[in-house]
């Protein structure tokens, strides 16, 4: 379909080793034109990720570090007086990029989260009254550290909802790890990484997306997911249809990446744990335990047979 | 791995733990349901042990505690046994048995390991809900029965079923499923062949209970029905019914008179044939009679009956009788005249009908003297004595007083003067053969409640009555009710209302007519209950009539009007499995046919494929997708690998890229024949393409 797909595939997968099932979800995500939530552990490649992925589309990247005492103004922008003109001038805050990166967003109050949840909800701000757009690639990557709870607020399951795909990096394999070592300079490579696309043709393969053939069958088996999660007793909430509805847009955009024009239920499957498994919350949940929530989907996966 | 199966549901793999709580809760409540009916003639500590073993169980269960040691259960169980031998004086039979099968199966829960044990326990809560027909086959318990098997069944599912979520399924599919087992049970009602006695040919103590019309009477021995409201038959008449007056059920004729109570004759039982009495034939009264089982063999019949079914006997006096006991509700069909009388009588008889004991002659005599001195001939002294009996201050009372032993009728006729029927009717029918008069008395009932709902009348046990018969040359045998004499309202307006008017404190005899009918006017509301209660027991009659009432005769002209009438034993049986096959295969059929409108074409083919490899020992997993699949079946089959992957891509293409071309499934189901075979399980193909077996 397209042999550009293939090389920004290898292009990321040149500086992050050995991680291509996070990348491809990642890609997934932007050609859905879905947030993104990363959730791990500080020093994982978050940030490298980001940057790549923004260089390699020829994308304009701007990152913000969440802390406590960050304010909406910080995110959005601010009208400063021109004392020349005599005018008040708008100065965009660093939201107004195409891919931003939203660092440990768990750290930020919960009115400075919002502030970048209806931004990435809205793709538009309003500032003063005027309601300003943001790129038509605007594209967020927020990344929250499961660990550290102290003086952080959490995201709660409705903010949650609104990230499109939830994925974790997780450590490297043994031989990545040890080319990551031997290699020269992630930062460099990155600053040598060419871009691949530009954002018309990110526009294009975005809307190429809502092509691609979802059949019949194929929403049965996506309504027979939801409607599992919903009845089962594994679940303590089931999957809204905001979320059936992105399952079926990143089955779409998987399916493209899969260089296929129709949709089959194992990219329903491949993307199930990243769209699904942030908003399934199973019946017994203990504080921190990971596993618990990836068992979940994995029960939902195998209650509901496939049509 | 999970078979996609027909219902739903999954069979236990016997890999689960130990029954989980709800599991248990569930089972104690199908087990509950199903001894539910028993409860009223259980013994209360049988029940409590009952919820005491559950309770145990829970115990157990919280705690993680053993379960009871072999020697203790032994113990419990010897336990048991001893306990209902103390309660009933026997471990057989009816009663026992079944508070011995709930007892043990209560305490099977004592010992419940894992799921098979559970079963066990569904297993016995059928057999208890069986027991519960042979203690009553009304259409109410049948009714609750059949929902209790629902229920059952359900549990069963759901302690098989691996997701306990939807109780909503689990019900949906256990009544499907009893539903579909309807018309197997039609076919075998309808056709499986029938014996002539009992349902389940009950042992005696099932009818032991019975209290009923007895063939001796003594002072009290009727008056003892009269608190009883169990309906002893009912009568259905054709044409004009006849008026209260008139209903008087002839039940047995006692003639001889010895120990101070009334007895049949020995040798009653007379004949099949008997020659038809004297009547009117314009007055005649078809009528069928529904007559509960009393564990007795008389029939009852208004007086006079002069055409009988079959299958009865003529008992002496023109009664009716059965050969056997009556231990299942039967339905008569016969004739009588109310005028009917015979004009014969033979020395023999005359001689017995006239018999008194010595002591009874002598102690009643200067009775008999006085009132026979005023009269001119036999009847004139039948009205001396009613009249004896109107003026002389005799009452009627339900609670009449003991009378001795040795001269009890000379001291109710001199002393205590209350009475129920039976005392009047033996006192008048001695004083008749004091004077050698021929007389006997009657037994049977008199009344009875009419149901407008049914129209059928409705006799009760506490409507029985005794009368007197006596043998006038010129007219034959005639009824004479002492009792009409001293208290009328108990003839004209029955037990019921009398019991009424007591209450109010009436003085019996005292009231004109229009005052007994206010007195005993009913409520708005009770007339409402009693048309209820009417409306229930017609229901319920028919209910007797077509289901339970379906016996051999019935059976046998069914199949008569089917044209296998020539069908018996073996014949029957054998048609009724082929019918119930037929019916199966169709049931079966049409589930196919439903589950196939709902598949697509390629659906089908890709199964009958999925099927094959299972044969070859891939099976697909209820959520592998069908890609995934193919990889692993090809990877795990090298030698169909191509063929696999071929098929399993035409089968995306078709079902998920929406290429639903004529010829594209064409080829697919070509595809998937020429790799089955065109039909599945050749066994030769099958060992060979398993390679991992």
């Given amino acids: 379909m397209n042999k550009d797909l ?12 050995g991680k291509h099932h996070q990348i491809d979800l990642c890609l997934c995500s932007l050609l859905a034109r879905g947030h993104l939530l990363i959730e791990d552990l ?45 005018q008040f001038s708008f100065h965009e805050g660093p939201i107004f990029s195409s891919v931003v990166l939203a660092d440990e967003i768990n750290r930020a109050s919960p009115k400075t989260q919002s502030a970048l949840l209806e931004a990435m909800e809205e793709r538009q701000v309003s500032i003063e009254g005027r309601v300003r757009n943001l790129p038509a690639s605007f594209f967020v990557i927020a990344t929250q550290n499961p660990l550290e709870q102290a003086g952080t607020f959490p995201l709660p399951e409705s903010q949650l909802d609104r990230f499109f795909m939830r994925i974790r990096l997780g450590y490297p394999d043994r031989a990545s790890e040890r080319s990551l070592l031997e290699g020269e300079d992630r930062r460099d490579r990155l600053e040598g990484l060419p871009a691949v696309i530009d954002e018309k043709q990110l526009l294009a393969w975005q809307q190429q997306v809502a092509t691609i053939n979802a059949s019949q069958a194929l929403l049965d088996y996506v309504q027979d997911l939801v409607e599992q ?23 779409r955009a998987w399916a493209m990446l899969m260089e296929r024009d129709f949709v089959i239920p194992e990219d329903v499957q491949a993307v199930l744990e990243p769209v699904a498994g942030h908003r399934l919350s199973p019946v017994v949940t203990e504080q921190g335990d990971i596993n618990i929530e990836s068992g979940a989907v994995a029960t939902l996966l195998e209650l509901t047979p496939v049509p | 791995m999970k078979k996609p199966a027909l219902f739903n549901f999954s069979i236990s793999t016997g890999l689960d733990p130990l029954p989980d709580q709800q599991a248990l809760v569930a089972l104690s409540l199908g087990f509950a349901l199903a001894v539910s009916p028993h409860i009223e003639h259980l013994p209360v500590w049988l029940s409590l042990a ?42 057989l039979g009816r009663d026992a048995g079944v508070a011995l099968l709930v007892g043990l199966s209560a305490m099977k829960y004592l010992e419940i390991r894992d799921f098979r044990d559970c079963m066990l326990v569904v297993f016995l809560s059928y057999m208890i809900v069986l027991t519960s027909f042979l203690y009553s086959q009304s259409m109410l318990l049948g009714g609750y029965l059949l929902v209790v098997v629902i229920l059952l069944t359900a549990v069963m599912q759901y302690l098989n079923h691996s997701d306990r979520s939807s109780l909503h399924k689990v019900l949906k599919n256990s009544a499907l499923l009893v539903g579909l087992a309807m018309p197997l049970g039609l076919v075998l009602f309808l056709l499986f062949p029938r014996v002539p006695i009992g349902l389940f040919g009950l042992p005696g103590d099932s009818h032991a209970g019975m209290i009923g019309m007895s063939d001796v009477v003594r002072p009290g021995s009727i008056n003892q029905l009269n608190e009883n409201d169990d309906i002893a038959f009912r009568a259905d008449i054709e044409g004009q019914v ?6 008087y059920w002839r039940g047995i004729v006692l003639g001889e008179y010895r120990d101070n109570a009334w007895r049949k004759h020995k040798r009653y039982l007379q004949t099949l044939r008997m020659p038809v009495p004297e009547h009117d034939e314009e007055n005649i009264v078809n009528y069928s009679i529904l007559l509960e089982p009393s564990n007795e063999r008389w029939v009852f019949s208004l007086d006079l009956p002069i ?21 299942e509700r039967t339905r008569y069909d016969m004739s009588s005249a109310p005028g009917a009388r015979f004009n014969s009588l033979s020395e023999a008889e005359h001689e017995r009908y006239t018999a008194i004991p010595e002591t009874v002659n002598a102690s009643l005599q200067d009775i008999a003297d006085d009132l026979y001195g005023q009269s001119r001939d036999t009847r004139s002294y039948i009205d001396n004595v009613l009249e004896f009996f109107r003026s002389e201050g005799f ?35 001695l004083l008749m053969r004091v004077a050698d008069v021929p007389a006997r008395l009657v037994a049977g009932y008199q009344g009875g409640e009419w149901n407008p709902q049914g129209e059928y009348i409705t006799v009760r046990q506490s409507d029985a009555h005794a009368w007197t018969e006596v043998w006038l040359d010129e007219l034959g045998w005639v009824r004479i009710d002492p009792t009409a004499v001293v208290a009328p309202e108990r003839i004209e307006y029955g037990l019921e209302a009398l019991r009424l008017l007591v209450e109010q404190g009436t003085t019996l005899g005292s009231l004109n007519n229009e005052q007994i009918r206010a007195a005993i006017a009913r409520p708005a509301m009770q007339m409402l209950w009693n048309r209820t209660v009417w409306f229930l027991d017609d229901i319920n009659t028919s209910w007797y009539l077509w289901v339970i009432g379906y016996g051999k005769d019935e059976q046998e002209s069914l199949l008569k009007r089917l044209g296998l009438g020539s069908l018996t034993g073996t014949g029957l ?18 589930l196919l046919r439903r589950r196939g409108r709902r598949q697509e074409p390629a659906v089908f083919w890709y199964k009958r494929f999925c099927s094959r490899l299972e044969e070859m020992g891939q099976i697909r997993g209820q959520s592998e997708g069908p890609r995934d699949f193919g990889l692993r079946a090809a990877q795990a089959l090298p030698g169909y690998g191509s063929q696999i992957t071929r098929i399993t891509s035409m089968y995306v293409n078709i079902h998920y890229a929406d290429k639903k071309e004529d010829t594209a499934i064409l080829r697919f189901k070509q595809a998937v024949k020429s790799f089955t075979g065109g039909r599945l399980g050749r066994r030769a193909e099958q060992k060979e393409g398993k390679p991992d077996a």
């Fill in chain 1, 6 to 17: 293939p090389a920004i595939r290898d292009q990321l997968n040149s500086v992050i080793l």
């Fill in chain 1, 42 to 86: 500080p020093g994982m490649g978050k940030t490298i990720l980001a940057h790549a992925l923004a260089n390699v589309m020829g994308l304009a990247f701007s990152r913000i570090q969440f802390t406590s005492d960050l304010l909406p103004a910080d995110i959005l922008g601010v009208s400063i007086f021109d004392a020349g003109s005599s």
């Fill in chain 1, 229 to 251: 999660s919903r009845n089962a007793r594994h679940f303590r909430i089931g999957l809204s249809p905001r979320a059936a509805l992105d399952l079926v847009h990143a089955a």
């Fill in chain 2, 50 to 91: 009952t919820v005491g073993f559950f309770l145990w169980r829970m115990w157990i269960m919280r705690h993680a505690t053993a379960i009871p040691g072999r020697l203790l259960r032994y113990g419990l169980v010897i336990a048991l046994v001893f306990l209902v031998y103390r309660h009933y004086g026997t471990v």
């Fill in chain 2, 242 to 247: 006849p008026s209260m007056q008139q209903r």
């Fill in chain 2, 307 to 327: 055409k009988k079914p079959s299958t009865l006997y003529w008992g002496r006096g023109q009664t009716l009788m059965t050969t056997t006991p009556m231990v």
């Fill in chain 2, 395 to 429: 009452t009627y009372t339900l609670q009449p007083p003991l009378l001795g032993n040795d001269t009890p009728m000379r001291q109710f006729l001199l002393e205590t003067r209350k009475g129920y029927c039976e005392h009047y009717a033996s006192a008048f029918t």
């Fill in chain 2, 573 to 590: 049986l054998i048609t009724a499995f082929v019918t119930i096959m037929l019916i199966a295969v169709v049931q079966g059929m049409l």
